[in-house]
Nanobody, 115 residues
C-alpha cells in the first residue's frame, strides 16, 4: 500500500532553517509528481510546493518563493523541502502528498516558528 512518512519538523526561531523529508513506498515514485502542503491551526490545508516526476520542474506558493526549495531523490524515493528564513506564519503541520492515482497523504510533521 502507499505510504508517505514525513520527518524533520521541530521548533525553531524566526530566520532559522529546517529540512523536511518524505520517504515514499507502495507506488512508482519516479513516475509521479510530489507535493508538500501545510495546515496552520484554524486554517485550511494549503499548497506549498510541487516537483515533477523527473525533478525538472518545480512550483511554489507565492509566500515561500525564494525561501523554500523542493527537491527529490528518485533512487531513495524521497522528496525534500528545504526551508530557509522561516517566519512565524510558516508554523503549520506539513504534509507530503501524491496522487497515484488516488490521493495519499502522510501523517504530517509539525513545524513551529517562534521566538
Amino acid at each position: 500500500q502507499v505510504q508517505l512518512v514525513e520527518s524533520g519538523g521541530g521548533l525553531v526561531q524566526p530566520g532559522d532553517s529546517l529540512r523536511l523529508s518524505c520517504v515514499a513506498s507502495g507506488f512508482t515514485f519516479s513516475r509521479n509528481d510530489m507535493y508538500w502542503y501545510r495546515q496552520a491551526p484554524g486554517k485550511q490545508r494549503e499548497f506549498v510546493a510541487r516537483i515533477s516526476a523527473t525533478g525538472g520542474s518545480t512550483q511554489y506558493t507565492d509566500s515561500v518563493k525564494g525561501r523554500f526549495t523542493i527537491s527529490r531523490d528518485n533512487a531513495k524515493k524521497m522528496v525534500i523541502l528545504d526551508m530557509n528564513s522561516l517566519k512565524p506564519e510558516d508554523t503549520a503541520v506539513y504534509y507530503c502528498y501524491v496522487s497515484s492515482p488516488w490521493d495519499y497523504w502522510g501523517q504530517g510533521t509539525q513545524v513551529t516558528v517562534s521566538s
